[in-house]
Every structure is written in C-alpha cells, then in structure tokens.
C-alpha cells in the first residue's frame, strides 16, 4: 500500500516534466543547443556573423500536394531546386585521386530529396568509358574534378520516386555527353525510364503543362531536361531552352534589382515557354556567405525575376547550400513562390483555409 502511494506522484511528476519537455520546443529563430531542441523540420545552425550562437532555422520544404492539391498544372508550381546537386562536400573519392574542385551542397541526393527538394541540376561528363557527375572546365572530366558515375546518383532517384509514388523529380543536364545513346543507357540502367514524362506531351508556345495528377496517375513523374538540341531528336530528352527561360547564373543573377536571361534562354518575358527557372547562387561557392544570402536578399530576387518574366512566378528556385539560412531560407521563398502561384499569397500555408496563416 505504502509503495502504491508513493509511486503515483513520481509517475505524475514524469508527466508533467515530459509535458513541459514538448512544450519547450523551439521555433524558427530560437536558440537552440542540438537540432532535437527544434521542431520539425528545422536543424540547430549557427550563422555567422549576423547571429552569436545557434538558432533554430528551416530544414524542409513544405509540400504543396500534399498541402493544398495536386489538381493544377506542373507549371502552376513551385519547386525547390538544388545547383550541382551531386558535389557534395565529404563526397569519397571515385577515381583515387584527390579530387581538388568546387562543392555545391552538404547532403547526399537521397536526403535533398527526402527534404523537399525536387529539381536537381547534374552536371553530365562522358568518363572512365561511362558517364560521370563532374565539376569540371571545357567539356572534359578528370580525376581531380569527377564526383561519382551518373548512375549511382540516378539510382538515389529512382529509390525516392520507387518510394514515394505522389511525387514527381525534375532533372536539368548540363550536359557534355557525346557518347551516342550514353545517357539513355544510363537512365535504362537506373530504372528510370519507367518514370519517363514524353517530349510529346510538353506544352508548345506557352500552353500550360499537365495536370500533377495526370501525370502522377500515369506514373510519368520524372521530367528531364538537356543542354544538348540535338538530343531532343536523337535520345527523346527534352531541350531545355525550348520549354524554359533561365535567368542569369553565378554573380551575374545575384546582383540586386537586375534579373535578365542566361545567354542559352530566351528572354525572360518570352511567354512561349512555360517554366521559369531562377538561379540565385555565385561563381564560387562559399558556405559561410550561404547563409545570408537566403535571406531578405532571395526573396528580393524572386520579385525581381518576376517583373522580369513577365509577371509570372519562378516554378524552380535554385541555390547553393540549400539548408543554410537565419530563418527559413531557400524552403521560405519557395514557400513564398507557391502561395503566389496557388492562391495570392505571400506563403502557401495561407492556401489553406483555417491554418491561421494571414494571406498578405
């Protein structure tokens, strides 16, 4: 009887401390000590120099299927896009050499993807008698500049796509690939050409895309774009500049209050294409900088690539270092991006009716 009693306050002292444990997580801006003191969704990140410490910060894209719906056209979308997706920092050498060349991002494909990213930029380079993933200058791939065989990453994709069978991958190639059926064999290989979306069914002349639902239902929901013309014809791969215009890329799209196309695009305002795809990251990668620049300075941007398009939202905003920011970062613009596409608003979120967000 004595132990009975005293076991029951103890049992509700346990309770209220794991109460007030949940209660005390932080949000985007608190401090924090581990990412376990945020909620879900953000990771504990330190960005110097603005802040002193580590604050609570974004770590995944909201999803805007799942959110509001999948009923409208793949254009009528935003979607978080990662710049030299595979040159990931730590990335083990593939050839034995010491690879002495740019990264790009932090994580592997797999968690980009699993993180809400869903455009990938690749960089494709004929290699090693295959085709590699290489950071490289002149269209040639070396052992110091390559990352790892294009195969292995598109197997990362094919797995996501195998796993989560409502969503749909964008790759754009930059691509010097001149092997004849190189990159098909590759995709072949991968088990991604069950995913194929058909040039066939890409718009012409502006015309929406079709339906995520649509494409979804007959599981055609990997979209792939190529930097080569003739490829469109040879190997069935979409040419990119043929259904996309693209604003500048490096220093020249991050300078304030200017956002005009990359030499390739077709000017921005071109409403023939229907996808908008805007860059915002530099020449020359540097993680520390990362951080504030996805700040006010992105958001700046996709207002001013607006203007520039034509008054048509971005449907890929890529970036370096996709994770670092003071707040929400690279996931917020996005956020920011969908809600202007999908009802008006400054945050998706907003789309929802009863989610407290204000529509501003």
């Not at 290489?134 to 796509?161: Q, V, W, Y």
């Not at 996931?331 to 202007?340: E, M, S, V």
């Amino acid at each position: 009887m004595g132990r009975a009693f005293t076991a029951a306050p103890l049992l509700l002292l346990l309770g209220l401390l794991a109460l007030g444990l949940g209660a005390a997580t932080a949000n985007v801006g608190d401090s924090c000590s581990t990412s376990a003191d945020c909620g879900a969704g953000q990771w504990c990140f330190d960005c110097e120099p603005k802040f002193s410490g580590s604050h609570c910060v974004r770590s995944a894209a909201t999803n805007p299927y799942q959110l509001i719906n999948n009923s409208l056209p793949f254009n009528k979308y935003a979607y978080l896009t990662t710049h030299n997706s595979y040159a990931i920092v730590g990335e083990p050498s593939h050839t034995g050499i010491p690879r002495v060349t740019f990264d790009n991002q932090e994580d592997t494909v797999t968690d980009q993807l699993n993180n809400g990213v869903r455009a990938l930029m690749l960089d494709t380079y004929d290699f090693k008698g295959d085709v590699w993933l290489c950071h490289s200058n002149g269209g040639k791939c070396n052992d110091f500049t390559a990352f790892e065989p294009a195969l292995d990453t598109f197997k990362e994709i094919e797995a996501f796509l195998s796993s989560n069978p409502s969503e749909i991958v964008t790759i754009i190639l930059e691509d010097y690939v001149n092997a004849p059926n190189g990159l098909t064999n590759v995709f072949n290989a991968s088990g991604l050409l069950k995913y194929w979306f058909p040039v066939s069914k890409m718009p012409q002349n502006g015309q929406d895309w079709p339906l995520v639902s649509d494409m979804v239902a007959s599981n055609q929901r990997l979209v792939v774009f190529t930097s080569i013309r003739s490829k469109q014809s040879s190997e069935g791969i979409a040419y990119q500049w043929n259904f996309m215009v693209e604003n500048n890329y490096g220093d020249d799209g991050m300078d304030a209050g200017k956002c005009s196309n990359r030499a390739e695009s077709a000017p921005l305002n071109d409403k023939t294409k229907s996808l908008v795809l805007m860059n915002y990251f530099p020449s020359v990668p540097v993680k520390f900088t990362a951080c504030l620049q996805h700040s006010q300075s992105l958001i700046d941007m996709v207002n001013t690539c607006y203007g520039a398009a034509g008054n048509r939202w971005a449907n890929f905003i890529a970036v370096d270092y996709y994770k670092r920011s003071d707040g929400g970062g690279a996931f917020q613009a996005t956020d920011l991006l969908n809600g202007r596409l999908l009802c008006g608003c400054q945050d998706v979120r907003a789309c929802l009716q009863g989610s407290g967000v204000v529509c501003a």
